[in-house]
């Protein structure tokens, strides 16, 4: 058997580079402890209430530099991450950063502030290509915990 891993970044991309990244971090062990999906009726759509481990992971992820949309879900969280250069040319983050940096960051700074590794050792990226894409991201987040509900939650394993 193969004990190479599978490679899930884009060969001979520069994750560094301006651009729109669409990415997902599961817990690990898959053990809900972010959040729980709360009020689903007939008229009422679910909505995410966090855990005090979801709290600490929501105070980080609006400290993302570039963050743009996220959710957090019982399991597992999705992120819309836009690198660009500010009006001086410079990165939004203090330097260069690649999406893995700032993500390995934020998951360094959750098992420090929280005592315990919450999150798996990887996490899965999409390149956003267009409008039409970011589109598509921005309501599967949106919809993120009505899936749930239905159980109709997919995302890459």
Same mark, same amino acid.
């Given at each position: 058997?193969?004990?190479? @891993?599978? @490679?899930? *970044?884009?060969?001979?991309?520069?994750?560094?580079?301006?651009? =729109?990244?669409?990415? #997902? $971090?599961? #817990?690990?062990? *898959?053990?809900?402890?972010?959040? *729980? /999906? !709360?009020?689903?009726?007939?008229? $009422?759509?679910?909505?995410?209430?966090? #855990?005090?481990?979801?709290? #600490?992971?929501?105070?980080?992820?609006? =400290? /993302?530099?570039? $963050?743009?949309?996220?959710?957090? %879900?019982?399991? +597992?969280?999705? =992120?819309?991450?836009?690198?660009?250069k500010s009006k001086d040319g410079k %990165?939004?983050?203090s330097c260069p950063t690649s999406i893995?940096?700032?993500? @390995?960051?934020?998951?360094?700074?959750?098992?420090?502030?929280?005592?315990?590794?919450?999150?798996?050792? @990887?996490?899965?990226? +999409?390149?956003? *290509?267009n409008e039409q894409d970011y589109i598509? +991201?921005?309501?599967?987040?949106?919809?993120?915990?009505?899936?749930? !509900?239905?159980?109709?939650?997919?995302?890459?394993?």
């Open positions: 058997m193969d004990s190479k @891993r599978k @490679r899930i *970044r884009l060969a001979n991309y520069d994750y560094s580079s301006c651009g =729109l990244y669409f990415i #997902t $971090i599961c #817990t690990k062990d *898959r053990k809900c402890i972010l959040s *729980r /999906i !709360v009020g689903q009726d007939a008229y $009422i759509l679910p909505k995410v209430e966090l #855990t005090d481990i979801g709290k #600490t992971v929501e105070k980080h992820i609006k =400290l /993302i530099p570039g $963050i743009d949309s996220y959710v957090i %879900m019982p399991n +597992h969280i999705h =992120l819309i991450i836009i690198k660009s %990165m939004w983050a893995s940096c700032d993500i @390995r960051s934020f998951k360094t700074v959750i098992t420090k502030n929280v005592g315990v590794s919450v999150f798996q050792p @990887r996490f899965f990226d +999409h390149i956003i *290509r598509a +991201h921005l309501e599967y987040i949106d919809e993120n915990p009505q899936k749930w !509900v239905e159980g109709k939650d997919e995302y890459i394993d």
